[in-house]
């Protein structure tokens, strides 16, 4: 479990339709109870349960299972293979992901790492040619999955030839761009990047991002600004602001393309968008460093 990260909690709930409210609470999280009460009818996947629950101290791990119904707590990670089918790593900082996802890969465990699936160009080309291999890799931002990204997918066509896209989020852009992106590229229909700038700073990430058909993307990542996560579209004949809320919504419909993904033996999200994504996330990173300059995706 990654600081602040309530994914292990809610994640598990959801999956397991239990969850122990005053526990998960106590642990620093009552806004992951708020939306788990809200929506108790529709808790629970057919055909998936967690089962198992390892974390970095016994303690945490103890936590989780009691917050989300999990029978067993391991002693170590590698303890799982052979009692479970698949794994999520429900972590959030990607330079934890590749280590941590190994010993599962190897084994042909099929496994779900949360977003971003990583940080460094070599950690995403040591997914990606595992992934090549037929190992099961799956990977994204749930955002992928917002019902509000759904409905302006619907309407896209009726705004005419895109000019520009904006997107507002807060936090940084290691661990929270990736949202946006996901948001995006979902939207727009997994579009091919083509450079990238960064020309903001460090609590005030400014992404501008060049899309290979010409389309301009810019994107906010603000450490102290309130508000939710916000996407804008505007179009020749047409605009339209997406006010994405609904947390609950997206968590589940990606849990439930996991899972089907098991059942089918492969999964559902193509690889190649994850890792374009990925490759948009590193380039600003690289940007930044260098003093923003262009950098080719």
């Given at each position: 479990?990654?600081?602040?990260?309530?994914?292990?909690?809610?994640?598990?709930?959801?999956?397991?339709?239990?969850?122990?409210?005053?526990?998960?609470?106590?642990?620093?999280y009552p806004a992951?109870?708020?939306?788990?009460?809200?929506?108790?009818?529709?808790?629970?996947?057919?055909?998936?349960?967690?089962?198992?629950?390892?974390?970095?101290?016994?303690?945490?791990?103890?936590?989780?299972?009691?917050?989300?119904?999990?029978?067993?707590?391991?002693?170590?990670?590698?303890?799982?293979?052979?009692?479970?089918?698949?794994?999520?790593?429900?972590?959030?900082?990607?330079?934890?992901?590749?280590?941590?996802?190994?010993?599962?890969?190897?084994?042909?465990?099929?496994?779900?790492?949360?977003?971003?699936?990583?940080?460094?160009?070599?950690?995403?080309?040591?997914?990606?040619?595992?992934?090549?291999?037929?190992?099961?890799?799956?990977?994204?931002?749930?955002?992928?999955?917002?019902?509000?990204?759904?409905?302006?997918?619907?309407?896209?066509?009726?705004?005419?030839?895109?000019?520009?896209?904006?997107?507002?989020?807060?936090?940084?852009?290691?661990?929270?761009?990736?949202?946006?992106?996901?948001?995006?590229?979902?939207?727009?229909?997994?579009?091919?990047?083509?450079?990238?700038?960064?020309?903001?700073?460090?609590?005030?990430?400014?992404?501008?991002?060049?899309?290979?058909?010409?389309?301009?993307?810019?994107?906010h990542l603000f450490?102290?600004?309130?508000?939710?996560?916000?996407?804008?579209?505007?179009?020749?004949?047409?605009?339209?602001?997406?006010?994405?809320?609904?947390?609950?919504?997206?968590?589940?419909?990606?849990?439930?393309e996991f899972v089907?993904?098991?059942?089918?033996?492969?999964?559902?999200?193509?690889?190649?968008?994850?890792?374009?994504?990925?490759?948009?996330?590193?380039?600003?990173?690289?940007?930044?460093?260098?003093?923003?300059?262009?950098?080719?995706?």
């Open positions: 479990m990654s600081p602040g990260n309530a994914h292990p909690y809610s994640w598990s709930a959801i999956i397991n339709g239990v969850f122990d409210g005053d526990e998960i609470s106590r642990v620093g992951v109870t708020a939306y788990l009460e809200a929506n108790r009818d529709t808790l629970g996947i057919p055909g998936a349960r967690v089962t198992h629950v390892w974390a970095q101290e016994v303690e945490i791990a103890a936590s989780i299972a009691k917050g989300a119904g999990i029978e067993h707590v391991c002693a170590s990670l590698e303890s799982m293979i052979g009692e479970v089918d698949a794994v999520i790593l429900a972590r959030d900082d990607p330079e934890h992901h590749r280590e941590m996802a190994r010993p599962f890969i190897e084994a042909g465990v099929p496994i779900f790492i949360d977003k971003p699936l990583t940080y460094s160009r070599e950690d995403l080309a040591w997914f990606a040619e595992q992934y090549r291999a037929g190992k099961f890799l799956m990977s994204c931002s749930s955002m992928r999955y917002a019902n509000e990204c759904r409905i302006a997918r619907q309407e896209i066509k009726s705004f005419g030839k895109l000019e520009l896209v904006t997107a507002v989020g807060k936090k940084d852009w290691k661990k929270y761009g990736v949202h946006l992106l996901e948001g995006i590229f979902a939207i727009l229909g997994d579009p091919i990047p083509h450079a990238v700038r960064h020309i903001g700073r460090a609590d005030k990430e400014i992404i501008q991002l060049r899309m290979e058909d010409g389309l301009d993307i810019m994107l450490m102290d600004i309130s508000g939710t996560f916000q996407i804008s579209i505007f179009g020749q004949n047409g605009w339209k602001l997406i006010d994405i809320r609904n947390s609950y919504s997206m968590f589940r419909d990606n849990i439930i089907r993904s098991l059942e089918e033996g492969k999964p559902r999200l193509a690889f190649e968008k994850t890792e374009r994504i990925m490759q948009v996330i590193i380039s600003a990173k690289e940007s930044f460093e260098r003093g923003g300059v262009e950098v080719v995706v």
